[in-house]
């Protein structure tokens, strides 16, 4: 018997603040809190639409931030924070003239633990990082459980005040980072195909995308033919005569001939494909092109195809008009193989030999043009 084995994956997730409560002082009121969601300001850098101002009035300044965390699981064996820290990008006073601290309740003990403070530098902005809290394990003496920082609403408390009146805070943006670990089972194996479906090395091939469908020319293995224009009983008969049928479609590209171009928008739409008329690059990073191309697959399923080709596929060596990277490209396929399996359809990886190592666990085979030649 074989025993999956549970593996941990690790992820950060980053809170921002939800409110702010001030006890002695105040704040500027035209500027928003969704402000310090984004760290924009650099050196001496000053644009009052993204930041707030903490003012003393005359006494110490006292106030506290919440960050509502409702959505992060914990408590439980398959998620949980191991620790967090705060991110504050900040300009004011040095501290030798004025501290300006930063504090995080611990509502299990009632006390305020210290976080960061400000630096030396004056009037510049600085990004300060407070220290790694764990909350990895509440065995451990100095070790806390996560939910130690959590108020009867799943949200933390930052308390920033300063220890004299004599000067003002800018804020440019403040996060905690939670450092989340999940314990994870490998997925389900997808199941496994007939002898009828299955493609081996050493297998002969038929590629006939003309859309001649010459079945007596069929003598091979396995035949690749064009998704659109082959029909389900086409396919039919060749299966009959055990043939594995491979359904081409263009993954990558718009194409002036096929029946579906009109649900493309224009601006997924780029430039022309080289050598190729009619033919357009499109950006793959779109969900409309996503979910263009899982009606695709699906219509391969119908028609009772055993395995799906997507072409175009490595559009980050080529000029799309869109700005295409490799990761961008493993994401999509990435994609297209989850739809593909999900369908119980083999799909074969294209070309795209840059990126094969990473993909191969997620792809059933691989074709590869002109390899001879090149």
């Given at each position: 018997?074989?025993?999956?084995?549970?593996?941990?994956?690790?992820?950060?997730?980053?809170?921002?603040?939800?409110?702010?409560?001030?006890?002695?002082?105040?704040?500027?009121?035209?500027?928003?809190?969704?402000?310090?969601?984004?760290?924009?300001?650099?050196?001496?850098?000053?644009?009052?639409?993204?930041?707030?101002?903490?003012?003393?009035?005359?006494?110490?300044?006292?106030?506290?931030?919440?960050?509502?965390?409702?959505?992060?699981?914990?408590?439980?064996?398959?998620?949980?924070?191991?620790?967090?820290?705060?991110?504050?990008?900040?300009?004011?006073?040095?501290?030798?003239?004025?501290?300006?601290?930063?504090?995080?309740?611990?509502?299990?003990?009632?006390?305020?633990?210290?976080?960061?403070?400000?630096?030396?530098?004056?009037?510049?902005?600085?990004?300060?990082?407070?220290?790694?809290?764990?909350?990895?394990?509440?065995?451990?003496?100095?070790?806390?459980?996560?939910?130690?920082?959590?108020?009867?609403?799943?949200?933390?408390?930052?308390?920033?005040?300063?220890?004299?009146?004599?000067?003002?805070?800018?804020?440019?943006?403040m996060a905690i980072i939670l450092a989340t670990t999940t314990t994870v089972s490998p997925p389900t194996p997808l199941p496994t195909p007939s002898s009828k479906q299955l493609i081996s090395v050493g297998d002969t091939w038929t590629y006939d995308l003309g859309g001649s469908f010459d079945i007596q020319s069929y003598n091979t293995k396995v035949v690749m033919i064009d998704l659109f224009d082959t029909t389900k009983d086409q396919i039919k008969?060749?299966?009959?005569?055990?043939?594995?049928?491979?359904?081409?479609?263009?993954?990558?590209?718009?194409?002036?001939?096929?029946?579906?171009?009109?649900?493309?928008?224009?601006?997924?739409?780029?430039?022309?494909?080289?050598?190729?008329?009619?033919?357009?690059?499109?950006?793959?990073?779109?969900?409309?092109?996503?979910?263009?191309?899982?009606?695709?697959?699906?219509?391969?399923?119908?028609?009772?195809?055993?395995?799906?080709?997507?072409?175009?596929?490595?559009?980050?060596?080529?000029?799309?008009?869109?700005?295409?990277?490799?990761?961008?490209?493993?994401?999509?396929?990435?994609?297209?193989?989850?739809?593909?399996?999900?369908?119980?359809?083999?799909?074969?990886?294209?070309?795209?030999?840059?990126?094969?190592?990473?993909?191969?666990?997620?792809?059933?085979?691989?074709?590869?043009?002109?390899?001879?030649?090149?």
């Amino acid at each position: 018997m074989v025993h999956a084995i549970k593996v941990q994956q690790e992820a950060k997730v980053i809170i921002r603040p939800s409110s702010i409560t001030i006890k002695r002082g105040s704040r500027s009121t035209d500027q928003k809190l969704k402000v310090l969601s984004t760290k924009e300001l650099i050196n001496q850098e000053d644009d009052w639409n993204t930041y707030i101002e903490l003012y003393p009035n005359n006494q110490k300044f006292d106030g506290s931030f919440l960050f509502s965390c409702k959505d992060v699981i914990i408590g439980t064996p398959e998620k949980k924070v191991i620790s967090f820290q705060l991110k504050t990008n900040i300009r004011g006073p040095s501290v030798t003239y004025q501290k300006w601290i930063f504090k995080v309740r611990n509502f299990r003990t009632k006390k305020w633990e210290s976080l960061t403070r400000n630096k030396k530098k004056s009037w510049t902005w600085q990004v300060l990082s407070s220290k790694h809290i764990s909350t990895n394990n509440d065995d451990e003496e100095g070790i806390h459980s996560f939910n130690d920082y959590l108020d009867g609403k799943n949200r933390m408390k930052v308390r920033l005040y300063s220890n004299n009146k004599k000067d003002n805070l800018n804020v440019d943006y403040m996060a905690i980072i939670l450092a989340t670990t999940t314990t994870v089972s490998p997925p389900t194996p997808l199941p496994t195909p007939s002898s009828k479906q299955l493609i081996s090395v050493g297998d002969t091939w038929t590629y006939d995308l003309g859309g001649s469908f010459d079945i007596q020319s069929y003598n091979t293995k396995v035949v690749m033919i064009d998704l659109f224009d082959t029909t389900k009983d086409q396919i039919k008969s060749i299966q009959n005569d055990g043939r594995t049928v491979c359904c081409y479609f263009s993954a990558g590209t718009w194409e002036s001939w096929r029946e579906d171009k009109s649900e493309f928008p224009s601006w997924v739409i780029g430039k022309d494909m080289d050598n190729w008329d009619g033919e357009k690059w499109l950006n793959v990073d779109k969900n409309v092109v996503k979910s263009i191309m899982k009606k695709r697959i699906q219509l391969a399923a119908d028609k009772g195809c055993n395995a799906v080709e997507p072409d175009n596929v490595d559009g980050y060596l080529h000029e799309t008009g869109f700005s295409i990277t490799s990761q961008i490209s493993k994401n999509y396929l990435k994609f297209l193989s989850q739809v593909a399996h999900d369908l119980n359809l083999l799909i074969a990886l294209k070309n795209s030999a840059e990126i094969v190592n990473a993909m191969e666990p997620l792809f059933d085979f691989a074709i590869v043009e002109s390899c001879y030649k090149w």
